[in-house]
């Protein structure tokens, strides 16, 4: 069984790092950043393809977070700067086969990590 982990800080300062640990070698798949407001539906924040390490963000976010991996360490971080309240939801990582010619967004992500919150309170 292939497992995703996430970690990170609950309250969180105007910038603050979220990471996704996989239990795998991450070199041919791609992992997504999602949040799920309460009362809304779970949204795409951030994908990254490995091999051509191609990274797409939602415009929300894009200037603000950055997505990155540790090769050696099988882990994918979600950086995330200027917070704002509306940044506040349960974050998961996700991790999907990679299909060449589709974009990262479109992939099946079939393999969760149980989510971490983050509350932005000014």
């Known amino acids: 069984q292939v497992q995703l982990r996430e970690s990170g800080p609950g309250l969180l300062k105007p910038s603050e790092t979220l990471s996704c640990a996989a239990s795998?070698?991450?070199?041919?798949?791609?992992i997504g950043w999602f949040r799920q407001a309460p009362g809304k539906e779970r949204e795409g924040v951030s994908f990254?393809?490995?091999?051509?390490?191609?990274?797409t963000y939602q415009d929300s976010v894009k200037g603000r977070f950055t997505i990155s991996r540790d090769k050696e360490k099988n882990t994918v971080y979600l950086q995330m700067n200027s917070l704002k309240e509306e940044d506040t939801a349960v974050y998961f990582c996700?991790?999907?086969?990679?299909?060449?010619?589709?974009?990262?967004?479109?992939?099946?992500?079939?393999?969760w990590g149980r989510g971490t919150q983050v509350t932005v309170s000014s």
């Open positions: 990254i393809r490995f091999g051509d390490e191609y990274a």
């Open positions: 996700a991790s999907a086969g990679v299909v060449m010619g589709r974009p990262p967004w479109t992939y099946d992500y079939d393999n």
């Open positions: 795998f070698n991450l070199d041919l798949w791609a």
